[in-house]
C-alpha cells in the first residue's frame, strides 16, 4: 500500500470544508456577479444544491470499493487499458487544477501584496512549502488542517461581524431583477469551482477509518463550506454592489478595506488574505498529493514520494504557459472550466458507477443461484 497513513471522518470533514473554501474565498464573488449581477447569492444557494448532487455520485462510488481509490476503480471496472486511459484524464485534469491554483496564488500575491517581486519566485516557494506537506503524507496535511481550520472559523467569524455596519440592502435590489437566467448562467459556472473539484476525495476515502460516517462528513463539509462561500458572496453584493463585485479580481479581499472601527482599526485586508492562504495551501498540497498518488499507482510505483520533485518543476511550467496572465486565467474560469469539470467529474463518474452497480447484481445473483 502506498499510503499506510489514517484518518477519521471529522479530519475528513474539516478537510472538505477547508478545500470547498479554498480559492473561491477570493474568485467566487467576482465570477457570480458577472453572471448573476444582485441575484449572485441566489445563485451560490443553488449551486450547494446542485453540487450536492455530485457528492451523492461521490459517495455512492466511494461505498462500492470502499478500500480502492478512484484511480484502482477506472482499472476494476473499465478494464486495464481503457481504465489507465481515463485514469489518465482524471490525473491530467488534477495536474491542470494544481497549474491553476499555483498560477492563482501568483498572481494575488503579485497584484495585491507583493507586487515587485517576480511571480515565478513566488510559486517556487509557495510550490515548496506545500511539496514538505505531500511528502509527509495523508494523516499529516489533515491533522494540520484540523490546527489550523479553529482560526480559520474565528477570521472568517471577525471579517463578516466588523463588515456588518457597512451593509446596504439597497444593493441586493431588486432580486429576480433579470430574471431567472442569469442565475441559471452563474449557478452553472460556479459548479466547477469548487464542487465538481471535490471529485479528487474518491482518492483519499480508502483512508478514512471510520467509513460508515464517510457519506456525512462529505455532505456536511460541503454544505458548510457553500454556506461561508455564499455569505462572502452576500456580502460583497452587499456592501461593493454587484457592479464593482464583477468588475473587480478579488472583490472579497477589497471588502477588508472597508473595514473601520473607531477611526483606529482600518484596512484589516489582511485577514482575508491569511484566510486565503491557509485554505489555499491546504488546497494545493491535497491536489498534489492526489496526483503524485494517482501516478504512483497508475503506474504501479512502490512510492509516490520519488515523483513530487519532478512534478514540482511540470506544475510550475505549465502554469506559466497554460495562463500567461490573470485576465486569460479568470476568462478560462469564467467560460472553460465548468463543461470540462463536467466531462471529467460527473460523467465519467457516473459511468463508473452505473458499470459497478450493474457488476454487482451480477455477481449478487451469481452468488445467489450458486447457493
Known sequence: MLEKGKITAGEFQIIVITITVGSSILVAPSLLATLAKQDAWIASVLTIIIGLLFIFIYNQLASLYPSMTYVECNEKLFGKWIGKITALLYLFY???????LLREIGDFLTTQVMVETPIQMIM??????????????IEVICRTAVIFFPWIIILLFMLFFLL???????NIQPIFGEGIKPIMKGSFSNLGLPYLELIVFLMITPYVTEKAKIKNAFYKGTIIGGIIITILITFSTLILGSDFTSRHAYP??????????????????VIVAIIWFFTMYFKLTIFYYVLSLGLAQLFGLKNYQILLYPLAFLIITFSIIAHPDIVHLQNFILKTWTPYSLTICFFLPLLLLVIGK????KSASKASKQL
Open 164 to 170: 456588518i455596519p457597512e451593509i446596504k440592502f439597497e
Open 124 to 137: 517556487i516557494m509557495f510550490l515548496f512549502v506545500s511539496l514538505i506537506g505531500v511528502r509527509l503524507g
Open 252 to 269: 472579497s479581499y477589497i471588502l477588508g478595506k472597508k473595514i473601520r472601527l473607531a477611526d483606529f482599526i482600518e484596512r484589516i485586508e
Open 94 to 100: 488534477v495536474y491542470h487544477l494544481c497549474a491553476a
Open 358 to 361: 450493474i457488476r454487482k447484481k
